[in-house]
């Protein structure tokens, strides 16, 4: 990889993506979950100390084993981020460009637009993730398609504060973790995590790189760890496409977006999705290993940020797209958006592969 600059002046531009192995070595965990709700899309999760909560389109739920959802809150436009706040308070940002904590409309710059993530740290402060400045949350795959790079990183006081750009420039920021001054996030285009701090804005380090999916949320686990969502997978035609320019232009302008050859939440739900760059099934059997638009992963990552071990749903599995993922009650919750369900992980302690 390190030498790919200089051959690339001899062979054309490669394409290469890291493979599947070693803390990412592929299984079926996720599709062996428990079932803990069958939801439309679910996308957020968060704990308050006691309830579970999830996001469904427009509405907040609050999750319990073996009951039916119940609905904590509705909404005018889809909830796009959801974060708990060391004083129980909850701040919900709105696919219409609203953001509300404790049920107060705050006002918010007009670069505000694209929320993805939200977060406290422990001193109450508000983190932002603002994905693009040119598209909605909900189009991220024109965003990624169209190599954008305009999101931003942002900050709130406590007690009525003003919002502050913390850093900008970011490729989708999908994802924050609150580390008292700093801020670890995950940005999905340049498929890796990248610490800031938080007063300055100064970029510390990238603390994972090359990631082989395009991260997606943050949330601590109990033994000072991480757990990541990894949202999609990367894939060899997708980063070939995002290559040439020209056809990419095309391709955007003259076909529908479910129909781009662009990640994607789920897969196989239709004959006119492209088959990507090879074989997907042989004797009728789906292969787990085949090329795929969509995948699900959750990454464990250990106190410094580095990948411990991953839960995965394969190419043949139907739990893709992973949003979010948390930790609730002793067992890892996850949200497959593309599999619309909530499933539950039961979590040995001590466990580490």
């Known amino acids: 990889m390190i030498l790919d600059p200089i051959l690339d002046i001899f062979r054309g531009k490669a394409v290469t993506i890291p493979p599947m192995d070693g803390a990412f070595r592929p299984n079926n965990r996720l599709d062996e979950a428990a079932l803990l709700a069958a939801l439309s899309a679910p996308d957020n999760l968060a704990s308050d100390g006691g309830r579970l909560l999830a996001t469904s389109g427009d509405t907040v739920l609050s999750i319990r084993p073996g009951a039916t959802p119940e609905v904590v809150e509705r909404f005018e ?83 009525g504060g003003t919002f502050r750009e913390v850093a900008a420039g970011l490729a989708f920021p999908n994802g924050l973790l609150a580390e008292g001054d700093t801020i670890t996030v995950s940005e999905s285009w340049r498929h890796r995590l990248v610490r800031f701090e938080r007063a300055s804005g100064r970029r510390l380090e990238t603390v994972a790189d090359h990631l082989p999916g395009y991260p997606a949320r943050l949330s601590r686990a109990t033994d000072g760890g991480a757990w990541l969502s990894v949202f999609a997978p990367r894939n060899r035609l997708v980063e070939f496409v995002l290559l040439e320019d020209r056809y990419r232009e095309d391709m955007l302008a003259g076909t529908p977006p479910e129909t781009w050859i662009a990640p994607a939440l789920s897969s196989r739900k239709s004959f006119l999705e492209p088959l990507q760059c090879g074989a997907i099934k042989t004797m009728g059997v789906h292969k787990p290993w085949s090329p795929s638009r969509s995948y699900g992963m959750v990454v464990k990552l250990d106190a410094g940020l580095a990948p411990q071990y991953s839960l995965h749903s394969r190419a043949d599995g139907v739990r893709h797209g992973i949003c979010s993922a948390v930790e609730h009650e002793g067992r890892l919750i996850a949200a497959s958006k593309g599999g619309d369900c909530v499933i539950a992980v039961d979590l040995p302690r001590g466990e580490t592969h």
Do not use: Q, Y
């Open 77 to 159: 436009a889809p909830v796009t981020a959801l974060a708990v706040s060391p004083a129980g308070e909850l701040a919900v940002a709105l696919a219409s460009g609203k953001l509300l904590l404790a049920g107060k409309d705050l006002a918010l710059p007009r670069a505000l637009r694209c929320i993805t993530a939200l977060a406290f740290n422990p001193n109450g402060v508000l983190l932002i993730a603002n994905g693009s400045a040119g598209h909605g949350p909900s189009e991220w795959a024109a965003d990624l398609m169209r190599k954008g790079s305009s999101g931003s990183l942002w900050a709130r006081e406590p007690g």
